[in-house]
């Protein structure tokens, strides 16, 4: 009489990301119970022009979103984070190969970059306001004089990674310039470059939120500041929330999915 097996097969992989995520969200579900628990608990502690409680904020919050400057400011502000990031990456990312590509170069240039990243936010800022005035201009230099070191610093960084030993390969089979970045430098840049940028944009956000204080009459940092100085807590309080809400659906809806694209070829390998 032949026995027979019954081999148990293990959870198919879409229950287990299923798990995973439902999960992960439990996780962040009683996160935020957690932070507006003791957000409440302080609140009640502390008078409502210093700390006011979740329901004054999400009533706030609800007046702002029927103004009808809400997404006008919104968008202003986005506007110069995109514009200032964009101008820092096209900037940055050449010059961070190429320094990586030439040691002489890197060596004739470090210090300047040295000086570039000393001078802090809100010097740029006043320098600004001085060259530009009260303009959207202002902004975006603050922005790319901020990011554009982090994303040349991190291509930097990575071009030196870049076994010579491969481009002088590719060069002997005759690969053209182009060839050699695409499918050399390229692939190892680009996760530096990645990690860069998205360093680079959140510090973008924030000397984003400096600059408008100081040098726009609109944008998220014109209406905090102006919240402020009319001691509107509340206010104050529903913006944090706005660009903290706005920044979460940017790096979940936009750089995770990108990242995940990019880097596809690393959960294959």
């Avoid at 470059?193 to 998220?220: C, K, M, Q, Y």
Wanted: glycine share 6%; net charge positive.
């Amino acid at each position: 009489m032949q026995s027979t097996t019954v081999r148990r097969q293990g959870p198919s992989m879409p229950a287990l990301l299923s798990r995973s995520f439902v999960s992960l969200a439990a996780q962040r579900v009683v996160l935020v119970v957690l932070l507006l628990g003791v957000w409440w608990i302080a609140a009640r502690r502390m008078p409502v022009f210093v700390m006011p409680g979740p329901e004054r904020v999400a009533q706030a919050l609800v007046k702002l979103l029927h103004s009808p400057s809400f997404f006008r400011d919104l968008g202003a502000t986005l506007y110069r984070v995109l514009a200032g990031f964009a101008l820092a990456a096209v900037v940055g990312a050449p010059l961070g190969v190429a320094l990586g590509a030439s040691p002489r170069a890197a060596r004739f240039f470090e210090p300047l970059l040295a000086i570039v990243n000393t001078v802090s936010s809100a010097i740029w800022a006043v320098f600004a306001i001085i060259w530009f005035g009260i303009s959207n201009a202002t902004t975006i230099f603050v922005v790319f004089m901020t990011a554009m070191p982090l994303i040349l610093t991190n291509v930097w960084q990575g071009a030196l990674t870049v076994d010579a030993q491969h481009v002088e390969l590719a060069r002997s089979l005759r690969f053209s310039p182009a060839q050699i970045m695409r499918k050399i430098y390229l692939p190892t840049i680009l996760p530096h470059f990645f990690a860069g940028a998205r360093l680079a944009f959140g510090f973008g956000w924030r000397v984003s939120l400096v600059a408008e204080t100081i040098g726009s009459s609109d944008g998220i940092g014109y209406r905090l500041r102006q919240a402020a100085d009319l001691v509107q807590t509340d206010q104050v309080f529903a913006w944090t929330v706005t660009l903290v809400v706005l920044m979460l659906l940017l790096e979940a809806g936009v750089l995770k999915p990108i990242e995940r694209r990019l880097f596809r070829w690393k959960r294959t390998a």
